[in-house]
């Protein structure tokens, strides 16, 4: 807090600051016009500006002033690269300042725990680092041109189905190492002006009353300096709120709860330094907001596009390019007759609905960017109707018509997706298959011309039943407003395309890690799937999927030379390794480094993303590509001392093109954090064996019990091996117990005490 800050907060009354932590209206913040405080403005995102200049609502029903519309966070993620998200920030936040907004609300970086949560499309992963790299690109960006972001949700809000009261119900580990590192990476790297809270309850505890995990964790262990905001509509008690760190509820209460927090304080309910602390944090925002230097508008709308049509053409992957008579199916060939199937191409699904809804600039479209580009050679048939009331003669109508224009061309292109209603923010999907009726025309098409290729318009992950059959497959998600001509970059090859999956394509619902235990019951959604998230999951198991996390096909082939790996003076490893562009196109290659443990005492997953990178290599070209994993980010959460911890030992450091695609490996060596847990009764032999000081001491007497025992067990029954195994859980309180074992209680106490004793 500021000098001026404590300055201005002496000046004004309980109620004054008080009325301070609530919003004025729906988007602005309450004035002290007596001291010359204004109001300032926080808008939506986060893939673009959504100021709404009257009737305002929080639900993306209402108009907003027109901005530009970049990729959602499901497109951006999947380019990997923080750079450009970083660039889409500056943008954002050029848009913002324009308008005179202090805080645009994003980015979005929860995981994607099930490809069934309704908001998936505002949410960059399943994976932590790369929500964590990603978010952290953007709120870089934003905040580089003077207006704050907003993180969020914080956290643990993984389901839009009874979002404002459900129960997040998870294990220490999964919460540590899933669901929160992410926002850790953030607020770390690039410190948000505001991170919002969540709706939902966090293990029973709402999250906007939850001291641990506003002030604990947040402030106390991650050393968030910024104020901490409410999402719209969450706070349930506004006195346990702003006790718990909760310093501005939104969107506002008429005043009502500005006058339970003053009487709480008037009371002695709640200590009058913490309503100081949540006031004082506001002005420092208002004060940040003041420092912005002014913008000179209007907004350049086509250097804006045009980095939305970067973005996008970055975003799409390429999941699969077989080779037909002789050649890959795409780029489409310059003299190649095109069918162009779908009503997508004509009626793009560009962004997800609700509180993150922009009014673009301008919309592109793939027909028209395609008939643009290759003239009379497009033909166009919609092939179904987005309307679910369109009768089955209709819909029937259009699918002939479709499929009789596949026949008399050299390829067709058909688009495929989700529409409006199947997914949006407050709802959950019941299912991940695209319509029957789509499904019905691919069957038809594909029947018709087997040179066929499907471009996938959706927010989330969709089951490809159809991938065995379809030689070609682009996953083009929600693209942002210039998501069409950036498709058609791809699809003639004007643009190399890059993007990678950062969520797995399961072949079914039911193989997914969440399947029976979301959206939960009663109130409560069991984590029971704990660490194994994602590919975690897949990989853990062995499971067959669809298509991998991190993967994504190019134009162009990259082999890999051999990986070094050697741990700095600041304990990170340092990956190094050779990448040829071994076709004859420029391309980009998205480099990932997986890691694990050749042992751990808990479980683990195969392999764990640590670091990547999104190189481009020119034709012909080797980089040298040298990725660093923090030190940190080898850890996992020791629940017995309640902290992260890296494991010593040998690492495996998996260098790779997706998960499974696995492409060199260098082992390291890795000094390990010292974990000294108290001795009791209770510590395992195999617990005691382990400790420095005492370990030894019973080592030597097992030794001569081994000794002494000689020839008296039969080996060929029960060798030494098997009973040391047997004995690894036994806890060493009860050996005095056991006749023959050599121990009484007094030796086993004085070892327990030599244990404990302080270290010289």
Known sequence: MSEATRDRLGELTTEEKASLTSGADFWTLKPIERIGVPSIMVTDGPHGLRKQAADNDHLGLNDSVPATCFPPAVGLGSSFDPELAERVGVALGVESAIEDVAVILGPGINIKRSPLCGRNFEYVSEDPLVAGVIGAGLVTGIQSQGVGSSLKHFAANNQENDRMRSSSDVDPRPLREIYLRGFERVVKDAQPWTVMCSYNRINGVYASEDPWLLTEVLRGEWGFEGLVVSDWGAVNDRVAALAAGLDLEMPFSDGTTDRQVAAAVEAGDIDAAVLDTAAGRILDLVDKALARPAVAGPLDVDAHHALAREVAGRSIVLLKNDAVDGAPLLPLAPEASIALIGEFARTPRYQGGGSSHINPTRIDTALDALTEAAGDRVAFAPGFAFDPRTDAAEQNRLREEAVALAGSRDVAVVFLGLTDPEESEGFDREHIDLAPHQLDLLDAVVAANPRTVVVLSNGSVVALPFADRVPAIVEAWLLGQAGGSATADVLLGDVNPSGRLAETIPHRLEDTPAFGSFPGSFGHVRYGEGIFVGYRWYDARRMDVAFPFGHGLSYTTFSYGDATARVDASGDVVVTVPVTNTGARDGREVVQVYAAPESSVVERAPRE??????????????????????????????????????????????????????????????????????????????????????????????????ESAGGAMDADVMGDDTIEKMMQSFPIGRLAGFPGMGVDREQVAQLLALGNAPQQ
């Open 609 to 706: 993303l640590k670091a990547f990178a999104s190189v481009a290599v020119a034709a012909g070209e080797t980089r040298e590509v040298e990725l660093r994993i923090r030190r940190e980010d080898l850890a996992y959460w020791d629940v017995r001392v309640d902290r992260f911890v890296v494991e010593g030992g040998t690492y495996r450091i998996d260098v790779a093109a997706s998960s499974r695609d696995i492409r060199s490996t260098v082992a390291v060596e890795i000094d390990g954090d010292e974990v000294r847990l108290p001795l009791t009764g209770e510590s395992s032999l195999a617990e005691v064996l382990a400790h420095p000081v005492v370990g030894p001491i019973v080592q030597e007497r097992l030794a001569a019990l081994r």
